[in-house]
């Protein structure tokens, strides 16, 4: 039965057997195996879809909006797992039990559609994402060939097109992968593949060692990108950073001249679009410069800050983002088309990704086929297998149009501001730097503290704080908020703004919650 009776969901009776038993009139046997008709029963299935979906309409979209929610019902692990039937069995069971398990699914996650879900670079939810998310997860299309995917890959064309104008690009070429930490690594093979394309048929042996320049707050995917492609870890040079958390070029300049010096051959410089923590944007145009003069690939990691393209107003934070060759972008961010929507788009469009990554497979890629085989895209991908994601993002443009999504964007750094500002008037909390996105990065500095020297006594004991306030909070399930200590600084909170669905109430809420859960320590 389920773990809490109070939970149950409701059936109109047990659904029944999942298999039907096959008629034995002139049945036909191979291995003892009854192959006449087939064993499922597809109206049980369907019985069981339509149950599943009020359950999800229900539980988890309805209730999305609900302030009164909570964010997370916490349970510990060995405590989650004795709720949790996990056990895999050797027979099947019934359908309303299956259902009772979904609604302890849904009542044990994380509910990231809360409108004060603020801990991670994603939140909110997105209707018609959503939609486009269930059709796909029906239909479960792979994105190879035109010949099995022909709706997803004019969808991810049409998309791909409309970002790369919105670079800033005439043409140029790209592709979805399951996640921004992939987008980066397929552009720094991209980079690699280009300063020496002989690499892909003869390996690593006999190559100089190779060196890439990214800033010293990029994403932790380069140095797992380096590692994964065989470039090593220690043949990323982290590019110092000023006080805001932007890469400085003549740093850049002076560590490709240092490199060059010690024999090593430079092939890439990453540059950040939106930092993790701090959100804080690398001067492109001048990191441009520098890579022109040296001949080296600009990739920028747009991940997170690629959205601010969208908007009129804030699209000048990525300025100089046209002179990059490589962009990775992920629409399931700021603009919530539903993790995972990622894309990398390149500049190039001599078939750079197909050369690279290509490896002919005769069985897919066959180039005697009835229709334009330039739209079997498949074989510039490192994947065979592939999501149709660009689907989630089309609908949502198509439903909210270019209008609605610079209204998104707009809306979620106005929110940020208003943060910012009423941080400022509130005593206890101290703001690190003001931001220029929507990563507003502040301490909670309760009364025990507000009278000592921020001497090394105050740092430790300040340091403590944000995690005794984020367990207080995920435990009381009013909302989630990240904390992190960074480069120097001890544990501060991170509150990142995205979804339509928060308001103003909410940020207010966001500050007397945090003085209420730590005004006693």
Known sequence: MSSDPDHEYPVDGDIGQQEMVPSKRSAVLVDGVVL?????????????????CRLIMEQVVSKATDINEKVCEWRPPEQLKQLLDLELRDTGEPHHRLLELCQDVIRYSVKTNHPRFFNQLYAGLD????????????????????????????????VLKKMIEFIGWKEGDGIFNPGGSVSNMYAM???????????????????????????????YSMKKAASFLGIGTENVCFVETDGRGKMIPDELEKQIWQARKEGAAPFLVCATSGTTVLGAFDPLEEIADVCERHG???????????????????????????????????????????????????????????KCYSAKASYLFQQDKFYDVSYDTGDKSIQCSRRPDAFKFWMTWKALGTVGLEERVNRALALSRYLVEEIKKREGFKLLMEPEYANICFWYIPPSLR????????????????????????????????????RGKVNFFRQVVISPQVSREDMDFLLDEIDLLGRDM
């Not at 499922?40 to 149950?51: L, M, S």
């Not at 190879?144 to 049409?158: I, K």
């Not at 006594?457 to 340091?463: G, I, Q, S, T, V």
């Open 451 to 486: 009278e000592m020297e921020e001497g090394p006594e105050f740092w430790a004991k300040l340091n403590l704080v944000a995690p005794a306030i984020k367990e207080r909070m995920m435990k009381k399930g009013s909302l989630m908020l990240g904390y992190q200590p960074h």
């Open 36 to 52: 006449n008709g087939p064993t499922t029963d597809a109206k049980a299935g369907e019985k069981f879809v339509e149950e599943a």
């Open 127 to 158: 209707y018609y994402s959503l939609v486009a998310r269930f059709m796909t997860e029906a239909l479960n299309p792979s994105v190879y060939t035109y010949e099995v995917s022909p709706v997803f890959l004019l969808v991810e064309e049409a």
């Open 296 to 354: 080296l690939w600009l990739h920028v990691d747009a991940s997170w800050g690629g959205s601010a393209l969208m908007s009129r107003k804030h699209r000048r934070l990525l300025r100089g983002i046209h002179r990059a060759d490589s962009v990775a972008w992920n629409p399931h961010k700021m603009l919530m088309a539903g993790i995972q929507c990622c894309a990398l788009l390149v500049k190039d469009k001599s078939d750079l990704l197909k």
């Open 189 to 219: 093979n991209l980079a690699r593949y280009k300063y020496c394309p002989d690499i892909k048929e003869k390996g690593l042996s006999g190559l100089p060692r190779l060196i890439l320049f990214t800033s010293a707050e990029c994403h």
